[in-house]
C-alpha cells in the first residue's frame, strides 16, 4: 500500500520541541521533494518547509525560520520535521506531501495537484 504516515505531534507548551516524522511506504523517497504543510483552525493551508532530493536544498517558510529544521533519512524512507521553540501560533495539523521532481530541485512548496502523496496530517498544540 502506497502512503505516507506522519507522526510525532501532540501538546506541547510555549517554547518547547517537537519532531515530526513523515514515513513512505510503498514507495521510495529517494526521488521526490517533500513538503511540510500546515492547516491552523479557520485558516488557509501554508507551506512550512521543503527538502529537496535532488540538492538537498531547503526552504523555510519566514515564520518558522531558526526555529525549524527539515531533513531526510532515505535509509529510512522517512523525512523530520525538527520544531523549537514552538508557539502558540504553530498550532495546526501538520502535513507532509510527496511530490516527484525528475532531475530538476523542487524547493518551494507548490499548489497541491503538484504533489503525488499526501500523508493523513497529525495535530500539533502549543499551549500553556
Known amino acids: 500500500q502506497v502512503q505516507l504516515v506522519e507522526s510525532g505531534g501532540g501538546l506541547v507548551q510555549p517554547g518547547g520541541s517537537l519532531r515530526l516524522s513523515c514515513a513512505a511506504s510503498?514507495?521510495?523517497?529517494?526521488?521526490?521533494?517533500i513538503a511540510w504543510f500546515r492547516q491552523a483552525p479557520g485558516k488557509e493551508r501554508e507551506g512550512v518547509s521543503c527538502i529537496s532530493s535532488v540538492d538537498g536544498r531547503t526552504y523555510f517558510d519566514d515564520s518558522v525560520k531558526g526555529r525549524f529544521a527539515i531533513s531526510r533519512d532515505n535509509a529510512k524512507n522517512t523525512v523530520y520535521l525538527q520544531m523549537n521553540n514552538l508557539k502558540p501560533e504553530d498550532t495546526a495539523v501538520y502535513y507532509c506531501?510527496?511530490?516527484?521532481?525528475?532531475?530538476?530541485?523542487?524547493?518551494?512548496?507548490?499548489?497541491?495537484?503538484?504533489?503525488?502523496?499526501w500523508g493523513q496530517g497529525t495535530q500539533v498544540t502549543v499551549s500553556s
Open positions: 510503498g514507495f521510495s523517497l529517494d526521488d521526490y521533494a
Open positions: 506531501a510527496a511530490g516527484i521532481e525528475l532531475g530538476i530541485p523542487q524547493v518551494e512548496p507548490r499548489d497541491d495537484d503538484a504533489y503525488d502523496y
